[in-house]
Structure formats: structure tokens, C-alpha cells
């Protein structure tokens, strides 16, 4: 076996395999737990490292195994997979460290953290799915893996949310399955490939293409949280912090993003897709869904589902990049699957922090958080001003890229005004709260947590937020230095038009 | 095939149909399992019915071992569905509610 | 070479006289002759990988007379599966019985079974297949009343055994019909022989309805709930997964090797819509019903569905390279769907040992209680939900595919229905199980062996089969039954 097949297929075990031993570890042995999730977790950060620089060697990396004639599982990674990929393996890191110190003392943590590894597993097979055909056996897997985690508190709420989340992602994915294997029997195998397939396959009919497309989006679209598609990610709130930080800003949501991209890109071709008129309508729904999720977070008092509806919002930016056509639109989304996570994993595990430290739950809890925690809100406020837009922050690059592709389009003006207004609604859900947090009168707080010595809340859950709100700041601030996720997302995207 | 062959194997069909029904809608077990029984030799009627060559003609002897085999298998059968009736028979009157049952 | 059939068939019964007469001996003896079968087993489909079929006449006789056994791919497959699901059975009725007196009384019918189904695979002949039905359907009701004290679990065998010698019956009056019509019982004599005339037609009926009765298509289904979801869980998990799969086989070989010139496009509609409606009756009643083993049988009920809906598919395909990979689809869905009904129901045996009910409204806790037996139950739900990477997916995405191929979209309506439906009730499951029961509830463990031979059936549904699925396409496209399909 050659490096290049091995690299990808370490890269899945490295989580994979701690993951099973996690699931054969009695509850007492925490100790070897959590140094066997670091240990898998610094392994993938290592190995993606070596990725990275294969890849930008234009050094080919894929493994194939045929399940059956004509159906192969392939890894294969391209300057998207390795985008995803880096993401996912450095906020698991973060986020490992993050829940080892939040379920600290709390049952069933063997099967939380199994669930975990696999739930990342599955994130990066699916970042390095090479067809159709793998990218929905990853897209199921993570369903399954994600399931237990939401259920995890098992409190009736727990298990009715888990429930619908259940119910939404399995419709779904039985959509995508549809729409890939009808395009699968029209069109072949399906391999993606930069610029697209499906433009270079002669006679097949527009028509068919179009309902494909509709069934693939709405397949996607419930993981991604389009609207009318997103009821489920609200609800789903109620599972532990980290689960939420990783749902929102790595694994489901993202992943349901990722493939929008994908299909746009790698199947269809964003120029063929333009040419049989499907993208007008889904960068419609996308701008539909930015503004209505701004408006729904608006009127959250619940910290967390003010922070799920902005992720409604959020992550339909990257499908909006998706749907305009030209590089410029290509780099503002697809660099919004980096910017995006990184801020919204630092704002769950600071509102993680709130809840575990204080029990502070909702928004009109918040006053004078900031002199109690000022750490957990610093990072909270970089975060948010982030989210709105406010340079130097990650976020600003992405609207920025956004706007200039969609003046750049020819039929892209209509954009700006939904920028515009978002960025409007953004800093008005985000700046009460800030106003709050710094400015209004300290109060009592729900409860204490007891921490034993003077700090504001546990290292493992003070420092993550921390060190992502760095992040954020810093793939803003340094966005034209190398290896930067703006400077790759360019790479990506001269690749992706063939430039 | 002349036609008295032809005869009993119609009047085995016939046989095996009465039977058959009568297995399936008689609410009694033991009447069931006469029935079964009745229904099996009206196979055997017909199979037998079949081993007829010609007059002149020793029949052909493999749907007799069939037949044979075939009476052996229906006698363990009845016996163990008498068998199995027996112990529900013998078990105490619990008040049956059917669970579930379509 | 082909002795090894004789191995394959002498070796179960062997075990069940020997297990009659020395029960001291029994339960080491199963656990030997259940690991001698999966080798013996996995020596036989290694034998047939090269694309060989296995002939054996018993005592030298010739077919019509004597008893004549054979063996392809198909065959071979399904052997193996058996001997794989009896085995793993096998490790956990050692442990699930725990009153000596009834495991001496479990052996001889556990083996007596084991033989009635291996020949049952291997027989040559049509009259031999009669006798192999009644010896399964025997020693299958029989077990069905291990260790039963209640009234319920009686009546239900006895109402399995009944319309199995119903079944039989009229399995044997088409075999009667097919000898006064060709003169032969031989399989293989009989292949070329079969034309379209009327007594063909009605041997047609009478031997499919025979089957389709053990098979428990719908309408002929009714038994089969109460039998599966009150049988001790070992037996259970054996007559879900092989009994009524064996039966199933019979019935491949019959319409696609025998009776292929008389089967129409119509005959396999029915067959079809027959199946269709068996995949939404059977998964709606799952969803409502009140107990594990009673949503697990009416699971079969519509597991069994999908292998009719893939008849119509089949017969549709166009060319002989793609009926010959929808074939293998056909077999790897109920390879996967015997295996992981298998683990699903070894895994509601430890629930229901241990709690003493199996009632789905008051499964809180199970989570925590039994993590491995609920894990197995979890991932054999992937497998017959039909996720990935289970084989049971690989089958559902080419019966997709198929269907689209051909046309026929509606079947690909009723697939995926039936999947979110398997998938809704398996979540009821989930989440019944998820719910903790609170701190001051006491845990208690379970022993491993009890819990392992579930969670590897589990495993190897869902990962082995799905992975692996490549090497099944390579024997089954050797083998004659996808070759004269």
C-alpha cells in the first residue's frame, strides 16, 4: 500500500479505533479515556498536517474498495476535502479538551465519547468521500453517530428532540439517496471531480437533471438547515454543550453544507448548473433562509436557540456563495465553512460555560456576566462581532468575498441588500447581549459551580473558547498569509473554474 | 392415463381440497388435525393414481415409496400435534388474553 | 470433493442422536458441532468459489431412487449463513437456558432442525425437498415449545405447526402434479424439461402457495407473529432468520430455475405487489406493536416483503449481466437480514431474561444496564433499516436502481417507505431504551457470553457484509443459479 492510499485511511482510524476501545472502557477509567481521545486526536491533527502538505504538492491521495461490481467506496482528497478535514480535526481537538472538563463527574461518559470518535469518523470520511455513492454512505453514518449524543442526557426532552432529529436527517438522507442513485443510473459512477461531470456527459435530459438536483438540495438541505427544512436543529438543543458545538460548527450542519458545495461543484459544475437554471432558485431559498433565521434569533430569550437560529442563518451563507456563479462568490462561501465554524464553536462553549458555571440559561440572565466571567465573554464577544461582520474578525472576510462576487455576477445585485440586512439583524440579536453582559448591573446567578480556587470557571472549559476566539481573530486578521483557509479557499476555487 | 386412473385421481384432488378447507376453518384442533390427515390422503390417492401404467403393466413403483414415506411423515406429524394438545389440555385455564394476536 | 455435502448434513444429526442419548454430553457437544459446522461451511463455499457445483448421490444410487444432494453458490451461501447464525445461537441458548432439564430437551430438536435445514439446501430432488419441509416444520414447532408455560406460546406453535403441515401439503400435491406430468423428481433432470401446460401451471401454484405459506407472504402471514414473538429468543432468532429464509430459497429455485419458462411478467407482479404489501403491513403493525419479539417478527414479515419485491425487478432486467448482480443483491439482502435478525432477537433474549418482559414501554434504563446487548440491538436496526454501510444498503441502493432501470418506480416508492417506516420503529426502540432511569435506579451487569454472540452477529451484519459484499458477487456470479436466472 502506497502513502497515498494509507494517509486517508489513517486518518479515519485515528478516531475510529480510539473510538471503539472508548466503547469496551468501563466508566472508572477516565483517565484512559480521555488520554486515548488525545492521543487520536493530536495523531489526526498530525496526520492532516502531512495531508495538507501532500496536497498543495498536488500529490494524489485515494483508497478504493469495491463493495460491489460498479460500486466503489473511494477516499480521495482534494484542496475541499483537506478544508473540511483540517477544520473538523482541530475543533474535535478543542472540543475533546473542551467536553472532557464538561462531563467531568457525569454518567454513561464511555458511550458519549465512543459516539464522539465515531461522529468525527464520520465527519472526515465524509470531507473525503470521492463519489456520490461514499459521500451518502458517510452522510447516513453521521446520522447514526449523531443520534446517541443528542439522546444522551436521556431526559424525555432529550429523547424527543433526538427523536425528530432522527426523523428529519433519515427522511433526508433517503432523498439524497434517491437523487443519487437515479443521476448514479443516468450518469455513471459519479466520482467528483473539480469543474464537475455531469456538463461533459453527453444526452442526458435537463429535465431529470433539474428533479435530481431538487432531491439531492432537499436531501442536504435538512442537514444544512434550509428552510422550510430546519425544524429539527432548534429542538435539537437540548444535547450537551460540546454536542451542540459540534453539531453546529463541524459535524451535521456542515456536513449538509459541504455536500451543497460539492454537488454544485464537483458533480454538476457550478457553469452547468448556472446553464440549467438551478441555481437562481437555491441561492433564493438560501437568502430566504438567511434572513428568516436572523429574524427567528431575534426573539430567542434561550441563549442556545438564539444561537441555533443564527446558525440557521449562518450556514445558509455558504450555499448563497454556492449559487452564485463566479470565483470571487465561490471563496466568500466556501471560506464560511472555516469562518463560520470557528466562531460558532467559540460562542457555544461559552454559552456551555454560562449554563455549567452558573446556570445561566437565557439571554435575560446575562447582566454583568462580563465581571464574572470575563474570559468565557471576551471570547463570546470577538465571536459575535465576528458573526456580524465586523473586521478583523473571520466573518468580515467572508461577507466581503460575498458581496464582491455577487456584484461581480451578472445577475447577483439582489444579494447585497440580504447581506446588508442580515449583517442588520446579526447586530441586533448579537449586541444586546454584549450590552448586557458588560454593561448591565452583576446580579445573582442560578447557582455556583464549585471550583475550589479563584477562577472563573474549569481550565478545560475556559480555554477552549479562548483559543478559538484567538483563531477566529487570526484567519481574519492574517487572511492573505499562507496556508491561511482564505489563501486555500483560492486555491479551491481557481481549480474549481478551471483557471 | 385411461380413465378410471383419471377418476381417482380426481376423486384424491377432490379429497385433498375438503380436507384442506375444512383444516383451515375448523375452529376445533383435534377436528384440524383429522383433517389434515384427510387432506394427506387424498395426495396420496392421487400419487398412487399415477403409478398406473397399463393394464398389463407392473405400476410404477417410485410413487409408492413416495406414498409409503409420505404416511410415515403424517403419522409423526398427528403425533405431535396430538402431543402438543395434550399438554395444552393439561396446562391450568389461564384467562387467555390474546396479546397482540391478529 | 463432494463428500463434503455428506459432512454438511450427517454431522447435525449425528449431533442430535448423540445428544438424545447422552444429554450429559450435550452442551459441549453443541458447541463442537456448531464450530465443526461453520468450518465445514466455509470449507464448502471455498470449494465452490472456483465456480464448481457439488453433486452427490447417497449409497451410490441413481436420482429417482436414491437421495441425491447438491450444492452451488446459492446453496453454498446460505449454508453458510445457516451455520454462522446456528453457532452464534448455539453460545448463547448455553447461557439462556439456564435449567439443565430443559437444555437436554433443547438439544436434539436444536440439531434435528439444524439437519432438516442444511438438507433441506442441499437436496436434489423435489420429493426429498417435501420430506426436509416436514422434518423443519417439525422439529421448528417443537422448539417453539421449550421451556413454554403458558397457554399463549402453545397455541401459537401449534398453530405453526399446523399450517406448516398445510404448507407441506400442498407442496406435496405439486410435487405429485410435476411427477404424473414429467415422470422424474429430479431437479436436474427436470430443468429442461418444464413447458407451459396446465398441470405445469397448477404444479406452479400448488408448490409456490406450499411456500409461500412457510414464507409467510402476506396473506398467508397470520401465523407468524405469535410463533416468532413467543418462542424461547434462540429459537426465535432461528426461525426469523433461516426457517422461513430456506423456505424462501426453495422458492428461487423453483420459479428461476425449474419454472422460468412458465413464469410471466404478470405471475412476478403479483408476486411483487404481494411483497409490496407485505414491506407496509408488516412495518406498520411494527410500529405499533406493544413488545420487542412481537415488532422484531412482524419485522420479518416485512423483510420478507422486499425479497418478492425484487422478483418483479429481476424479471424485468434486460440483460444477463445485470439480472446476474440484481441476483446477488437479492441474496446479500437475505444473507444480511438473517444475521442481523438473528442479533436482533439474541439481543431481546438478554433484555427479557433479565427484566423478565420485553414490553417496549418500559425499556428505560436498558441503555445503561445492557450497553452491549442494546448496541447490538442499535446496529442490527442499521442493518435492517438498510443504512450504510450495512450489506442490507448495498442490496436496497441496486433494488433502487433497478427499479429505475426498468421503469418500474413504484417498487422504489415502496423500498424507501418501508425504510422510513423500519426506521421510525427502531427509533421508538432507541428511545424507549435511551430514557435513564434516574440515579437511585440500580444497575446490575450482564455477563458477556450472554451479550457477545448478539453483538458479533450485529457486527458482522452491518460492517462484515457490507464491506465484504465484493467477494459474494464473485461466487454468486460462478454460480448456476444466477447463471440460468
Redesign the interface.
Known sequence: MSMGELLPLMILCSSLIPGLII?ALSEEQHRLRSGLNMVGAVAKLLLVAGLIWGVYQEQVFEAR???????D?VLHVDALSVLFVSLSTLLWLVTTVYAIGYLEDS??RS?FFGFFSLCVTATVGLAMAGNL?TF???Y??L??AT??LV?H????EA??G??IY??YT??G??LL??GA??L??LAGPLEFSEGGILGDIPGLDPDNLRWIFLLLMAGLGVKAALFPLHGWLPRAMVAPAPVSALLHAVAVVKAGAFGIVRVVYDVYGVEFSAHLGVLVPLGMLAAFTIVYGSVRALSQDHLKKRLAYSTVSQVSYIALGASILGPLATIGGVVHLVHQGIMKITLFFAAGNYAETLGVHRVSEMDGIGRRMPATTLAFTVAALGMIGLPPVAGFISKWYLGLGALEASQGIWVIPVLVASSLLNAAYFLPILYRAWFMPQRDWPRQMHIGYRGETLPSLQWPPVITATLALLVGGLAAAPFSPLEWVELIALREYRL | MGSSPLLY?VTG?LI?GIG?LA??RDEA?LA??IA?NI??V??FL??VS?AYRGFELAPDP??HA?VL??IV?AV??SG??LA??K??AE?P??K?H????? | MSTILIVVVIVPLLASLTCLMLPRLSDRLSLGTGLVQLITGGLLIQSLASGISHFHELGGWSP??GIALRADALAGALVLLCAIVSLAATVYARRYFTCVETRYRFWPLWWLLSTAIYALLLSADL?NL??TL?LL??SA??LC?IGA????A?????RY??LG??GS??F??G??MV??EYGT?SLMALAGQIAQTPATLVALLLLSSGLLVKCALVPLH?WL??AH?SAPAPVSAVLSALVVKVAFYLLLRLWFELFSPVMTSLFATLIGGLGAIAVIWGSL?ALT???LK?LAAYSTLSQMGYLFVFIPVLAALPDEETRQ?GF??LVLFALSHGIAKAALFLGIGVIQLQVGHDRIDQLAGS??RF?IAF?AIGLAG?ALVG???SGA??AK??L??NS??TGQWWW?VVT?TG??LA??YF?RV??AG???LGPEAPVKGVGVSLQAPALVLACLATFGL??G??SL?DVL?MGSAGGQL
Request: hydrophobic share 60%.
Open positions: 466503547f474498495w469495491t463493495l460491489a461490481p460498479g460500486l467506496f454518567p454513561d458511550r455513492f451518502v454512505v458517510f447516513e453514518a446520522t447514526l443520534y446517541p439522546a442526557k436521556g431526559t424525555p429523547v424527543r433526538a427523536r432522527l426523523g433519515l427522511a438522507g433517503l439517496l434517491i442513485v437515479w448514479r443510473t | 385421481a384432488a385433498f384442506l383444516s383451515l384442533l384440524r388435525i389434515i387432506s394427506g387424498g395426495v392421487m400419487l399415477f417410485i410413487p413416495l414415506t409420505g411423515v409423526a406429524a405431535l400435534a402438543l394438545e399438554r395444552l396446562l385455564k389461564s387467555t390474546k396479546e397482540d394476536s391478529p | 429417482g431412487l420429493f417435501y420430506v416436514e416444520g417439525l414447532a417443537a415449545t408455560a403458558k397457554t399463549e402453545l397455541r401459537s406453535a401449534l405447526l399446523m403441515l398445510v401439503l400442498l406435496l400435491a410435487v405429485s411427477y404424473a423428481l397470520f407473529p405469535a414473538g403493525r406493536a406493544a413488545r412481537l448482480l446477488g443483491a441503555a445503561q450497553p448496541f442499521v443504512l450504510p454501510p444498503f448495498l441502493w441496486s433502487i436502481s429505475l432501470l422504489m424507501l425504510t422510513l426506521a421510525a427509533i432507541l428511545g435511551f430514557v435513564t457490507g464491506l459484499a465484493a458477487w456470479a
